[in-house]
């Protein structure tokens, strides 16, 4: 399960990425973010496990 | 005399071809609708009228000197304002490209002047084609011609693609589709449009959302017309890294009319399930004309098609973040503001949930091409809505309420994911009038089946003839 994300974490986050975004931005995205992060964090539901990404993308 | 602008392009070849028109008339006529309905429907944003003129008048002297003719000689095109045209602005619907001006043509662009086709303009689209709702806050939002008295959504990001096809415009429009931007703006408008398999036409030159999510093709108002110009696009491109060897079949010949014995998996859970009850009982119906047709249709799931949401926003909003980077440090401003929060998300996603995302697409991958063992297409509705009004943000489906934009964009992406080819093509319309759309999708590389049951559905069935009613 994901965890409330506050405003440090985006700074940290957004910083991390190279983007200096003020905290009224990241405050006006955060539930956003944690909208994206929770959606995200289905993805640890999948039998992935042994499946190998699809980084190659290339159908032939 | 034919309505030159809603003739189908096979028409318009065929009566180029004889003389019985002339490429500037063709030309000439589109131009006049353009110039009488465009002020309101808002489809381009570039227009190049006297490119096209001259083009059409060199079309002209070719015919006249029995010069050897293109597959498509003479049939004006629209281009998606993504599309590189030499020595004319390509915006991206943007205003940081607003003045951007290639110096060489998108590698389907060149393809398709080479076989005659002569552009027109370029069309409006979606900011950086990041949204599937056709909206655009710098070239206005293009208007839904299918209802006169309130402005609906056109469907995006492929907006202008859409529109002016379904408006009589131009013939043909190309777009391109990263979770849905050529069907979803097919179903709104009433169009068919195909998304190819992932590699099947080259991406050389067309402004990227997601490389490996996006894939170009063309919308029409046929699937035989998708069928003819996707063939003189489709094919190797060294330019495009992505970009298939095999060879490119006749997807003409392909379009047999007959479906006896085809194997059709009607893709219930999950897809029809979410349909509005019109839309729902449209593709059901076009499920039993296939039956009649002599096609086997049974039911179909794909079992993990609910994250099929996390793990394309893993990969987009990653791949499209990576492309706006630069801009978004330094031209924020300059974006819709919705465009670049969406951009900014991507900054939260993390390798590993990239890596998990790319996990995710091979899973799906490896369960439609399970459904397509057994099916030789499966269907399902490529909307689960008609067209919201422009300022509608929330919706109902058959499961629950849904922000538009997430309900648009639901039933395309799973597509864009997993690479698998899917044709748009319009199955009825609703009470107030609206089309609705449905799409079959078909094994890698083998758009011609997928091409040949659209086609054979329009063969038993008139929604594909009908018309807006445009002052």
């Known amino acids: 399960m994901s965890q409330p994300i506050d405003l440090d974490t985006l700074r940290r986050s957004a910083r991390l990425a190279g983007f200096d975004w003020s905290d009224a931005d990241l405050e006006a995205i955060r539930p956003m973010v944690a909208a994206s992060l929770r959606l995200l964090a289905g993805l640890e539901s999948l039998p992935l496990t042994d499946v190998e990404p699809a980084t190659q993308y290339r159908m032939l | 005399m034919t309505d ?72 004006p095109l629209g281009l998606k304002d993504l599309y590189d045209t030499a020595g004319v602005r390509t915006t991206g619907g943007s205003k940081i490209l607003a003045e951007r001006v290639p110096s060489v043509d998108a590698t389907v662009v060149r393809r398709l002047r080479e076989a005659g086709m002569i552009v027109l303009g370029k069309l409006n689209m979606v900011e950086f084609a990041y949204g599937p709702e056709g909206l655009n806050a710098h070239y ?235 099916h030789d297409v499966l269907l399902a509705p490529a909307t689960p809505i008609p067209a919201p009004g422009v300022d509608e943000r929330q919706t109902t489906l058959g499961d629950g309420p849904s922000d538009v934009r997430s309900a648009l964009i639901r039933l395309t992406r799973p597509f864009n994911f997993s690479g698998h080819p899917a044709c748009s093509v319009p199955c009825g319309f609703t009470a107030g009038g609206l089309p609705i759309g449905m799409q079959f999708v078909g094994r890698p590389f083998d758009e011609a089946t997928v091409l040949c049951a659209g086609d054979a559905y329009q063969r038993t069935t008139d929604w594909h003839t009908r018309r807006p009613v445009l002052a």
């Open chain 2, 140 to 374: 206005g939002h293009a208007r839904n011609p299918w209802d006169a008295r309130v402005h609906r959504m056109t469907g995006g990001s492929s907006s202008g693609s859409g529109a002016s096809v379904a408006a009589g415009l131009v013939p043909v429009a190309l777009g391109s589709d990263t979770g849905g931007s050529i069907r979803i703006p097919c179903s709104l408008c009433g169009l068919a449009g195909i998304k190819p398999t992932y590699g099947r036409v080259s991406r050389a030159g067309v402004l990227p959302l997601s490389w490996s999510m996006d894939h170009v093709g063309p919308m029409t108002r046929s699937v035989a017309d998708s069928a003819l110009v996707l063939g003189a696009m489709a094919g190797y491109d060294a330019a495009d890294p992505t970009s298939s060897v095999l060879p490119v079949p006749d997807y003409l010949a392909a379009l047999t009319g007959d479906v006896r014995g085809l194997r059709v998996g009607l893709l219930r859970s999950f897809f029809l399930e979410s349909a509005a009850p019109e839309v729902r009982a449209a593709v059901e119906a076009a499920a039993r004309t296939l039956e009649k047709a002599g096609a086997v249709v049974d039911e179909v799931a794909l079992p993990s098609i609910r994250q099929v949401a996390a793990g394309a926003l893993a990969v987009v909003a990653t791949e499209a973040l990576t492309y706006h980077a630069t801009w978004l440090r330094t031209r924020r401003a300059d974006y819709d503001p919705e465009v670049s929060t969406r951009l900014m998300l991507g900054a939260f996603v993390t390798g590993v949930h990239y890596v998990r995302g790319q996990q995710a697409r091979a899973l799906i991958r490896q369960e439609v091409d399970h459904a397509l063992a057994r």
């Open chain 2, 4 to 75: 030159l602008t809603f003739a189908s392009v096979s028409d318009l070849v065929r009566m180029i071809k004889t003389k019985e028109v002339s490429p500037v008339e063709v030309v000439r006529a589109h131009l006049e609708r353009i110039t009488a309905l465009d002020g309101s429907l808002k489809t381009f944003i570039t227009l190049t009228e006297d490119a096209a003129l001259a083009a059409a008048r060199e079309a002209e002297a070719a015919v006249a000197a029995g010069r050897p003719l293109g597959a498509l000689h003479g049939v």
